[in-house]
């Protein structure tokens, strides 16, 4: 372990105006060309159209609600990019470009903060070569980040709160990182720094509840690994350094949680019931293949994770189980950082494994702490390959930047060319859902109070005006608190006949067809065996109640600006059927078989 008495002498910090301007024009460029590959209108993907509802809703003065008159639900994962996009909507009433640039920038930010971080830090090992002290950094932020298909996506395009959270993340860690391994004592206005790095991550994530723990613990080892002379006992000593930042955490989350239960009723998001399963033992078989699945996707991922897990243990040992002999000598500078956010990277990456990973492609959750893997996993290798090859020539090193770029780029999968039909699917649901929405306005004016109950609930629901049923529980209080285990399909798993037919929707999945794919029979209708749909609505048709209740049909919708006309298919309310056909709507009843 490497320890050190000696005063540590101030580095200049380097000049950043120019690395951040760069950096936000290679996001900007990185965007660009991950937007290319998705070839769809600015919808983002269907989850994000949840946040663009409730924020429309919020914005017109109804409140967090998913339909105008509907109930109280915290439907969304982050109370801060609901907030942030409910401002979008005072501005525009298309803010998906204006949600795009915010994300832009936050991710601008986050590569300009690693850069920033990793700069310092080779400043003060290789102070008599600041130009590759400087340039090294960037290149590998850059590289790392931005030739990663998944990270760009994710952050950007899909218009979600994985940009925001990585942001929150990277900046609350750092923070956290170097308060901790400074010997000076701390002032208030520091503490006050990183208060409002454990608002900004607890507004953003229900998963910064663990990350503030997480952070708080690496202060914590920070005072205790750099005790300071007197007769209090360390661990005590450290307990009390950390006594202003640990008060702000618990007096934010309870501030949050007060307002959730007085405003929702329950102290968490509604698609925490709504997904999670209570099986710890369940949660963990899925994450473990989660986390499985994105080291074979992202094999230079596997060896920084196994450094990264090395560090953090290598630092709690060290601070916990010192030798006497080395009671009360400072751990070094760098060394402390690094293993700090080292410990604080291990708790992103665990969170989702613990919770039972995820259902969408690309690692959506993973991609929160990638540019702090460089950090915690990467530059370990990268000093310790640069330590061996200190006495060759300089090109050589270099030559070593080059191979970690290139075999990062080759070892990846899929890459940029092939990324689009990976995701491809969730814009289909997006751009598909607001045609759909549109559609239905015209044959049901929102006056008629007429319910769909649907399953991909995002694009539909930010356009339909009428009641909209989310089966799936996340924007519906009662189908997310439904009794169940949650297993199935992933995050899907909440749907529960006897709430359904108590929920009583109008329409249930209704879908846009073209006319030479129109349905002809009713088991057109019905979800083949075995599929994420059948599983997603545990084969409520075959049950007697629904076939009496809903009569599979087909309602030639009316056309587009090009009028282009269009089929609508779904189960209807016989009551619905009757008043589409007085309007003189034409409306097909489905036959059981073609005979």
């Given at each position: 372990?490497?320890?050190?008495?000696?005063?540590?002498?101030?580095?200049?910090?380097?000049?950043?105006?120019?690395?951040?301007?760069?950096?936000?024009?290679?996001?900007?460029?990185?965007?660009?060309?991950?937007?290319?590959?998705?070839?769809?209108?600015?919808?983002?993907?269907?989850?994000?159209n949840?946040?663009?509802?409730?924020?429309?809703?919020?914005?017109?003065?109804?409140?967090?609600?998913?339909?105008?008159?509907?109930?109280?639900?915290?439907?969304?994962?982050?109370?801060?990019?609901?907030?942030?996009?409910?401002?979008?909507?005072?501005?525009?009433?298309?803010?998906?470009?204006?949600?795009?640039?915010?994300?832009?920038?936050?991710?601008?930010?986050?590569?300009?903060l690693?850069?920033?971080?990793?700069?310092?830090?080779?400043?003060?090992?290789?102070?008599?070569?600041?130009?590759?002290?400087?340039l090294?950094?960037?290149?590998?932020?850059?590289?790392?980040?931005?030739?990663?298909?998944?990270?760009?996506?994710?952050?950007?395009?899909?218009?979600?709160?994985?940009?925001?959270?990585?942001?929150?993340?990277?900046?609350?860690?750092?923070?956290?990182?170097?308060?901790?391994?400074?010997?000076?004592?701390?002032?208030?206005?520091?503490?006050?720094?990183?208060?409002?790095?454990?608002?900004?991550?607890?507004l953003?994530?229900?998963?910064?509840?663990?990350?503030?723990?997480?952070?708080?613990?690496?202060?914590?080892?920070?005072?205790?690994?750099?005790?300071?002379?007197?007769?209090?006992?360390?661990?005590?000593?450290?307990?009390?350094?950390?006594?202003?930042p640990?008060?702000?955490y618990?007096?934010?989350?309870?501030?949050?949680?007060?307002?959730?239960?007085?405003?929702?009723?329950?102290?968490?998001?509604?698609?925490?019931?709504a997904?999670?399963?209570?099986?710890?033992?369940?949660?963990l078989k899925?994450?473990?293949?989660?986390?499985?699945?994105?080291?074979?996707?992202?094999?230079?991922?596997?060896?920084?994770?196994?450094?990264?897990?090395?560090?953090?243990?290598?630092?709690?040992?060290?601070?916990?189980?010192?030798?006497?002999?080395?009671?009360?000598?400072?751990?070094s500078?760098?060394?402390?950082?690094?293993?700090?956010?080292?410990?604080?990277?291990?708790?992103?990456i665990?969170?989702?494994?613990?919770?039972?990973?995820?259902?969408f492609?690309?690692?959506?959750?993973?991609?929160?702490?990638?540019?702090?893997?460089?950090?915690?996993?990467?530059l370990?290798?990268?000093?310790?390959?640069?330590?061996?090859?200190?006495?060759t020539?300089?090109?050589?090193?270099?030559?070593?930047?080059?191979?970690?770029l290139?075999?990062?780029?080759?070892?990846?999968?899929?890459?940029?060319?092939?990324?689009?039909?990976?995701?491809?699917?969730?814009?289909?649901?997006?751009?598909?859902?607001?045609?759909?929405?549109?559609?239905?306005?015209?044959?049901?004016?929102?006056?008629?109070?007429?319910?769909?109950?649907?399953?991909?609930?995002?694009?539909?629901?930010?356009?339909?005006?009428?009641?909209?049923?989310?089966?799936?529980?996340?924007?519906?209080?009662s189908?997310?608190?439904?009794?169940?285990?949650?297993?199935?399909?992933?995050?899907?798993?909440?749907?529960?006949?006897?709430?359904?037919?108590?929920?009583?929707?109008?329409?249930?999945?209704?879908?846009?067809?073209?006319?030479r794919?129109?349905?002809?029979?009713?088991?057109?209708?019905?979800?083949?065996?075995?599929?994420f749909?059948?599983?997603?609505?545990?084969?409520?048709?075959?049950?007697?109640?629904?076939?009496?209740?809903?009569?599979?049909?087909?309602?030639?919708?009316?056309?587009?600006?090009?009028?282009?006309?269009?089929?609508?298919?779904?189960?209807?309310?016989?009551?619905?059927?009757?008043?589409?056909?007085?309007?003189?709507?034409?409306?097909?009843?489905?036959?059981?078989?073609?005979?």
């Amino acid at each position: 372990m490497a320890t050190s008495t000696e005063p540590i002498t101030p580095i200049q910090e380097p000049r950043t105006t120019g690395w951040f301007l760069a950096s936000l024009l290679l996001a900007t460029l990185a965007t660009w060309y991950a937007y290319a590959q998705v070839d769809r209108p600015l919808t983002g993907i269907d989850d994000a159209n949840i946040f663009l509802t409730y924020g429309q809703h919020l914005s017109r003065g109804n409140g967090f609600v998913y339909y105008a008159g509907g109930e109280r639900v915290e439907g969304f994962t982050s109370l801060l990019w609901t907030l942030i996009g409910s401002l979008c909507f005072l501005v525009t009433d298309h803010p998906e470009t204006l949600l795009l640039g915010i994300n832009i920038a936050l991710v601008g930010t986050t590569l300009w903060l690693v850069i920033r971080f990793l700069q310092t830090q080779t400043l003060k090992t290789t102070p008599t070569d600041p130009q590759a002290s400087l340039l090294v950094p960037a290149v590998l932020t850059w590289g790392w980040c931005l030739l990663n298909p998944k990270f760009v996506i994710w952050t950007t395009v899909t218009l979600m709160d994985s940009g925001l959270w990585c942001f929150a993340f990277t900046a609350g860690t750092l923070a956290f990182a170097r308060e901790a391994s400074r010997p000076q004592r701390r002032t208030p206005s520091s503490n006050w720094i990183l208060c409002s790095y454990l608002a900004l991550a607890l507004l953003t994530r229900p998963e910064a509840m663990l990350i503030g723990l997480v952070w708080l613990l690496c202060l914590f080892i920070g005072r205790l690994a750099n005790p300071r002379p007197g007769p209090r006992n360390p661990v005590l000593q450290a307990l009390w350094e950390c006594r202003a930042p640990a008060l702000g955490y618990l007096l934010i989350l309870v501030c949050l949680t007060c307002f959730r239960l007085i405003y929702f009723g329950y102290p968490l998001p509604n698609t925490y019931y709504a997904k999670v399963s209570p099986s710890l033992l369940y949660n963990l078989k899925l994450g473990l293949g989660y986390l499985r699945g994105f080291f074979l996707d992202q094999w230079w991922a596997g060896p920084a994770c196994l450094v990264m897990g090395l560090l953090t243990m290598r630092l709690l040992i060290n601070t916990f189980r010192r030798k006497p002999a080395l009671e009360g000598q400072p751990i070094s500078h760098a060394y402390l950082e690094h293993g700090l956010v080292a410990l604080a990277t291990c708790a992103v990456i665990a969170t989702p494994v613990l919770a039972g990973g995820d259902h969408f492609n690309l690692y959506r959750f993973f991609q929160t702490g990638w540019p702090l893997l460089l950090i915690a996993g990467i530059l370990p290798l990268y000093t310790w390959g640069v330590g061996q090859l200190s006495n060759t020539p300089k090109w050589l090193a270099n030559a070593l930047v080059i191979l970690l770029l290139v075999t990062f780029c080759t070892l990846q999968r899929p890459w940029w060319n092939q990324i689009g039909p990976e995701i491809q699917v969730e814009f289909d649901f997006a751009s598909g859902g607001r045609q759909l929405g549109e559609r239905l306005n015209t044959l049901f004016p929102a006056d008629q109070q007429v319910s769909l109950g649907v399953i991909t609930a995002g694009g539909v629901g930010f356009t339909y005006q009428g009641p909209l049923l989310d089966l799936m529980g996340l924007n519906n209080v009662s189908m997310g608190h439904s009794s169940g285990d949650r297993k199935g399909n992933k995050n899907h798993a909440a749907f529960h006949p006897n709430v359904f037919f108590r929920l009583n929707p109008d329409l249930v999945d209704p879908r846009l067809v073209a006319i030479r794919n129109a349905p002809k029979v009713r088991a057109d209708l019905v979800p083949a065996p075995g599929s994420f749909w059948d599983g997603a609505l545990q084969q409520v048709h075959q049950e007697q109640r629904f076939q009496k209740a809903y009569r599979p049909i087909v309602i030639r919708a009316p056309g587009d600006r090009e009028g282009e006309a269009r089929l609508i298919s779904c189960w209807c309310k016989p009551e619905i059927i009757a008043r589409l056909l007085r309007e003189g709507i034409p409306v097909q009843v489905l036959p059981d078989s073609d005979d």
